[in-house]
């Protein structure tokens, strides 16, 4: 039993683990951003069932071993009721462990990433594959005329099953795979990659490699003058302030929320955290703000519904919780998927900006069914 579960009257209490420091705290400090704004905004118009929210930040560090003792405090010292975070597939399942195995405690994690995570007690908050590789590669293709792709890759769990998505889509179109390989993290030499790509003709370059090591590889891409398409599904404003603007010209991503959409909302909750942080990161798509905001207020949601902190109730209101309004759009739980149905965009970078060029609409992530006790096999 949660400390405040029932405690009526007392804070209830939220867990963040954000990577305030370490090679991702150029994107985790605006989740941290965004969770102290969403909890002052909720606390501000007289909090949920009566009650303020008490926010808990942890710094992850961008190290899981460091996020997975988090985890542990929040749930063991703090007692929280819901924990939010994480950007890595690693950190996620870091996370886990201590959070939802031992800890049975509700954890909702906010950024984009490979899917296939069912778990009664997760839900995740960003976009998954079926809406960023389905509508994207074919999209390309059929754009470009383009049929051969190279996939440079970090080694982790992401990369694979996004190529893995992609080989199966390029494929069945007739195009195919001309180099697929893997590298540490904060692989920096990426000469090798760069001459397979240029000596096999690719048209495409599909990048999953992350911060720190993209860096290196984008100027490495550059200067050996690749003049084909780049695509990272990741890439927001954020990555964009990373490298110089000439590198990512042209570059194709797919996210569900970009800086230049243009709806009245997403447009004045962006000069919001803009006016309130004007000097921390950035609020983006790719480095899971969007997420982070939509998990808050997906959760909000539900436990006003629920009436009550229960786990059990708040995860049975969850799993069909919507929000009329969001970064991107109107965004809702898909019933038993514990994904999210939202907006999504393709996006490419032009003089130094990311304009959108497709406006996707609605895409359902189309993920497995969870099952109150276990995963439902589909």
């Not at 605006?30 to 118009?45: P, Y």
């Not at 470009?144 to 996004?162: C, R, V």
């Not at 799993?319 to 999504?344: F, S, T």
Request: charged residues 25%; glycine residues 10%.
């Amino acid at each position: 039993m949660h400390a405040s579960a029932d405690t009526a009257g007392q804070p209830i209490k939220v867990g963040v683990i954000a990577e305030k420091t370490g090679p991702l705290s150029f994107m985790g400090v605006g989740n941290a951003n965004v969770a102290e704004m969403v909890v002052d905004d909720i606390n501000a118009a007289g909090g949920v069932l009566d009650r303020q929210i008490e926010l808990h930040v942890e710094d992850g560090e961008t190290t899981d071993s460091v996020a997975e003792a988090c985890a542990a405090k929040l749930v063991e010292e703090d007692q929280v009721d819901v924990i939010f975070g994480g950007i890595f597939s690693s950190t996620r399942q870091a996370i886990k462990g201590p959070a939802v195995v031992e800890g049975k405690t509700l954890y909702i994690y906010p950024e984009q990433y490979e899917g296939q995570e069912s778990d009664h007690l997760i839900f995740c908050t960003g976009p998954v594959p079926a809406q960023q590789v389905d509508p994207l590669i074919p999209w390309l293709m059929e754009e470009t005329g383009a049929k051969k792709f190279a996939l440079p890759s970090a080694e982790y769990i992401w990369p694979h099953i996004m190529n893995d998505k992609v080989r199966e889509i390029v494929e069945s179109r007739g195009g195919e795979i001309v180099e697929e390989d893997y590298y540490p993290l904060d692989h920096e030499d990426y000469e090798e990659t760069v001459q397979k790509i240029m000596s096999t003709g690719a048209e495409v370059v599909f990048n999953t490699i992350v911060p720190p090591g993209v860096v290196p590889f984008l100027r490495q891409l550059h200067e050996a003058g690749f003049s084909g398409h780049l695509v990272c599904t990741y890439f927001d404003e954020t990555c964009l302030a990373l490298v110089p603007p000439e590198q990512v010209e042209g570059l194709y991503s797919c996210l569900d929320y970009y800086q230049s959409v243009d709806d009245p909302f997403s447009k004045e909750l962006l000069a919001r955290y803009n006016e309130r942080y004007p000097d921390s990161a950035i609020f983006t798509g790719g480095s899971a703000c969007s997420g982070m905001y939509r998990g808050m207020r997906l959760w909000e949601a539900a436990v006003r519904e629920a009436g009550s902190l229960d786990q059990e109730a708040v995860i049975a209101a969850l799993d069909h919780a919507k929000i009329a309004e969001g970064p991107g759009g109107a965004a809702e739980m898909v019933p038993g998927q514990h994904h999210v149905r939202m907006n999504m965009y393709i996006g490419q970078v032009r003089d130094g900006s990311i304009e959108i060029v497709k406006s996707l609409g609605v895409v359902d992530p189309d993920e497995a069914m969870v099952e109150a006790r276990g995963i439902a096999q589909v």
